[in-house]
């Protein structure tokens, strides 16, 4: 019998498809994956060893643990052997200030077992970790280029050649997949293409028992695709094939390699509620029916899991409200969909017979917090503490908004509207972007004509592709999306109208993830005050509204 959530289907298992062969690993038809299927692996002989899980920080040799930053900023784990108690990762000093994206899972190096990270400005660092009695290490980081930077997703599927060692694969926004092969990862082979169709990502180690990595994949519309290595770079994936259906339940998908104890990987998902769920591989690719793991709905916690498929949001967690008293409240997103309790932030600065702010930037700094943008005096503030003064000149505007990396070096950048209605992107210099302040270029003209809009924001990626996209509306309520281009000199594609009737919000606001599946989402009080949710469907659309408060026309401004 086929069990069901209220009003939708649970994620199952699906019998595999042949579609007919078409150019390449995948072709895109309107925005959706047009895919070739083959029949899945078969197992391999008798007597193939398992690859050993690359998370067993535990050490038990059979259990991949669960690894992950929560919301608060700690780093825990969980063991995989069903265990509901979490451990705190002790974490070098090193760490505090730094903003970081991803986690990447890549097995053991001696006694340790080593996790890569992945840093906002491109820069792929390695953590030892390793299980000593009671506690775990995290050694300093060791510095690369940032030149990760240019890709959207970074993940290690296991061994794909054959010499015993993890490699990774990093896709870029045009959905180019890159090999880089573990102890030479400068180097890059291109081995797959069209997997922006793809808006989650995850490397399962061998899911098929040929000895070889895999990937597992997930489109927007809920589908399941299975990769099988072939340990060939000039082809090295077989077509994929379907495995499952209506996983888009499920906000964050996660390889765990085999935690169940039988050899074979398997995949973790985690509902919006918090609930992770378990899928046993079969050892042939496909994946038998899920079983609840322990915890109840307290994985929501988890805003970051190692190996987990998703474009990671970073750098916004949480909206600030001013209130008519001129104090300005902050609210941190807790990954289900809501906001947490209101928290009294510090008192705004104020320049004249009103408060200075002007809005709440995601991450200037690289310290993976958002930061406050004030203007008095005609000099810019743009930090949490409001310590540094920058340029003159800034009361020009009447617009400034900070909605992420608009340029394509992993820092965020601000727009600017002048009174005459010309937008200015200001790029933040990487090299100058720390917790004490901040430096931008000179600006750069992205065009006139911007006081057609009666609201600018954003706060991350609306369409899947990891960039930085903006909204604006007009004062007769009709909504347009400019999907951003990674490009500082043209940062936005043409204008897409996305919605009308969006002038029956007094008030809206931007957050990088409100629902804990690393798109951007919006937020909209309504003249009586209720607060709404409009959730991104990753493709530049947004789900139905979803009302999440009431009580919010107390404000006079949101950001």
Excluded at 142 to 156: A, E, G, H, P, Q
Excluded at 202 to 207: K, L, M, P, R
Excluded at 402 to 431: E, I
Aim: aromatic residues 10%.
């Amino acid at each position: 019998m086929t069990r069901r959530f209220p009003g939708r289907e649970t994620p199952a298992p699906a019998r595999p498809r042949r579609r007919p062969a078409r150019a390449g690993l995948l072709a895109a038809c309107t925005g959706l994956a047009v895919l070739a299927g083959l029949a899945l692996a078969q197992p391999a002989a008798a007597g193939t060893v398992p690859a050993p899980p690359r998370a067993d920080f535990y050490r038990d040799g059979s259990h991949s643990d669960l690894y992950y930053r929560s919301y608060g900023g700690s780093l825990e784990l969980r063991t995989g052997l069903g265990t509901t108690g979490h451990f705190d990762v002790a974490v070098d000093e090193a760490y505090k200030n730094i903003a970081i994206k991803d986690y990447i899972a890549v097995g053991g190096i001696e006694s340790l077992t080593e996790v890569l990270h992945l840093t906002a400005d491109g820069e792929l660092k390695p953590l030892y970790v390793f299980y000593d009695s009671s506690w775990f290490n995290v050694f300093g980081p060791r510095s690369t280029d940032r030149s990760w930077r240019k890709y959207n997703k970074v993940l290690s599927p296991g061994d794909l050649n054959d010499d015993g060692k993890a490699d990774v694969l990093a896709r870029t926004p045009d959905g180019d997949v890159y090999l880089h092969l573990a102890g030479d990862l400068a180097s890059a082979t291109r081995v797959a293409s069209g997997w922006q169709a793809y808006d989650q990502v995850v490397g399962a180690s061998d899911a098929n028992g040929d000895g070889v990595g895999d990937v597992y994949t997930r489109t927007p519309k809920g589908e399941l695709f299975f990769h099988a290595g072939t340990g060939d770079p000039a082809r090295m994936f077989a077509e994929p094939v379907r495995v499952g259906t209506g996983w888009g339940v499920y906000n964050q998908v996660a390889g765990g390699d085999d935690m169940d104890g039988d050899g074979v990987s398997d995949l973790v998902a985690r509902t919006v509620e918090g609930r992770l769920y378990l899928y046993s591989g079969d050892g042939r690719g496909g994946l038998g029916a899920r079983t609840l793991r322990p915890g109840g709905t307290s994985w929501k916690d988890a805003e970051v899991f190692a190996g987990a498929g998703g474009v990671p949001a970073f750098g916004k967690n949480g909206i600030q409200a001013l209130g008519t008293d001129g104090k300005l409240y902050e609210y941190r997103t807790l990954g289900d969909g809501t906001l947490s309790a209101r928290k009294l932030a510090r008192t705004p600065a104020r320049c004249g017979t009103g408060p200075a702010v002007r809005g709440l930037a995601v991450d200037l700094a690289l310290d993976g917090r958002p930061d406050l943008l004030t203007v008095c005096g005609g000099k810019l503030s743009a930090s949490a503490t409001d310590r540094t003064g920058i340029g003159s000149g800034w009361d020009a505007y009447d617009r400034i908004l900070g909605p992420g990396d608009l340029t394509g070096d992993g820092v965020g950048d601000l727009l600017a509207r002048d009174r005459s209605g010309t937008l200015y992107v200001y790029r933040t210099d990487p090299g100058l972007a720390t917790p004490a302040g901040t430096a931008f270029d000179a600006r750069v003209k992205v065009g006139p004509g911007w006081q057609a809009y009666d609201r600018i924001l954003g706060a991350g990626d609306y369409t899947g592709d990891g960039r930085a996209d903006i909204v604006a509306r007009t004062p007769a309520g009709e909504l347009y999306l400019y999907a951003g281009t990674g490009r500082g000199a043209a940062p936005f594609a043409g204008r897409v109208r996305i919605g009308t009737g969006w002038q029956a919000y007094g008030k809206l606001a931007a957050a990088a993830d409100l629902d804990g599946d690393g798109r951007g989402d919006l937020l909209a009080v309504d003249r009586a005050g209720v607060l709404y949710r409009y959730s991104s469907t990753g493709t530049g659309a947004f789900k139905p509204r979803v009302a999440i408060g009431a009580g919010w026309n107390v404000y006079r401004d949101l950001f």
